[in-house]
């Protein structure tokens, strides 16, 4: 029975919504950092073939379409930290510069998001990655197989997540030392 709250045909827009969602926030990187120059046809161009290639890859579209509920919950989020700062009297000016001058906020930020990024890779690649890493006795001789075995090994994960920590840890160090 439909209901007025039924609202399963946006489904069927996703595309359409991923499109011009790659498209805007493309362009908008590539206006802000500058990376192409001041050409703004270029950078329409750029952004263009970019969320074509989204929409050409269907494993994309259910990326973004997952990562984005999770985006818009953590911007809403610090949105509402920075409000409850400002109704404690801080200015905006004091809130963005101690933002933007903390290492450990925007490390935070961005694990948080590459933490977000994992998780959707793992929902919609995970299948596939479980078909490379799970040892099949039929087919030894596949180096893929072989390969995604050694490299998804949780021996080697653990060094990998080790070793990145302790580069974090001395980039850490070394700049507030210095």
Partial sequence: MASMLDIGILEY?????????????VWALLEKTGFFGENKAINWIIALCIALLF???P?????VSTITPFFVIMFIFLI?????F???GYKGEFILEVITQNQMITWTIILISMGILAYAVTLVYGDQVHAI???DDSDDGNLGNVVGQILFHPK????SIILLMAALIVRFVSSSSA
């Avoid at 494993?59 to 990326?63: G, P």
């Avoid at 509402?80 to 409850?84: D, E, S």
């Fill in 13 to 25: 827009f996703i595309p359409m919504f991923v499109f011009f969602f790659v498209l805007v926030i």
């Fill in 55 to 57: 929409i050409v890859v």
């Fill in 59 to 63: 494993e994309l579209i259910d990326i």
């Fill in 80 to 84: 509402l930290i920075i409000l409850v």
């Fill in 86 to 88: 400002m109704f404690m």
């Fill in 133 to 135: 890493t799970s040892p």
């Fill in 156 to 159: 080697v994960l653990g060094v």
